[in-house]
C-alpha cells in the first residue's frame, strides 16, 4: 500500500498564501516525479507543478511567478507555497506521485485524495 495525504488547504483572502504538504508513505522504494494538479468542477484536472526526482522543474504558465513546488527527498514529502492567490486559484489540489512500489518494484502512478484551496473575500 502506498499513500499520498494532502494538507494545507483552506480559505484564504485574495492575495494570501498558503503552503500545501503531500506526504507519501507505505511500500515505498523509491519516488520519481511528483507533482500538484488542480480541479474545478465541470473541468479536467490540470497540472500546476512538476516536481523530479533531481529537482528540477516545471509550471503551468499562469502560476509560475506565483507558486513554488518543493520536496524533502528524505520525508517523501512535497510541498506547494501558493502566493498572490487569485479567486480563480480555487479548486481541489491533488498530488501525484510516481513511486516504486516496494513489492512489485514497478512504477506505479498515485493520486491523493485532494484538499479545498478558497481564494474569496
Known amino acids: 500500500q502506498v499513500q499520498l495525504v494532502e494538507s494545507g488547504g483552506g480559505l484564504v483572502q485574495p492575495g494570501g498564501s498558503l503552503r500545501l504538504s503531500c506526504a507519501a508513505s507505505?511500500?515505498?522504494?523509491?519516488?520519481?516525479?511528483m507533482g500538484w494538479y488542480r480541479q474545478t468542477p465541470g473541468k479536467q484536472r490540470e497540472l500546476v507543478a512538476l516536481?523530479?526526482?533531481?529537482?528540477?522543474?516545471n509550471y503551468a504558465d499562469s502560476m509560475k511567478d506565483r507558486f513554488t513546488i518543493s520536496r524533502d527527498n528524505a520525508k517523501n514529502t512535497m510541498y506547494l507555497q501558493m502566493n498572490s492567490l487569485k479567486p480563480e486559484d480555487t479548486a481541489v489540489y491533488f498530488c501525484?506521485?510516481?513511486?516504486?512500489?516496494?513489492?512489485?518494484?514497478?512504477?506505479?502512478?498515485?493520486w491523493g485524495q485532494g484538499t479545498q484551496v478558497t481564494g474569496s473575500s
Open positions: 501525484n506521485a510516481v513511486v516504486l512500489h516496494t513489492w512489485t518494484q514497478r512504477w506505479q502512478n498515485y
Open positions: 516536481i523530479r526526482s533531481g529537482g528540477s522543474t
Open positions: 507505505g511500500s515505498i522504494s523509491g519516488i520519481n516525479a
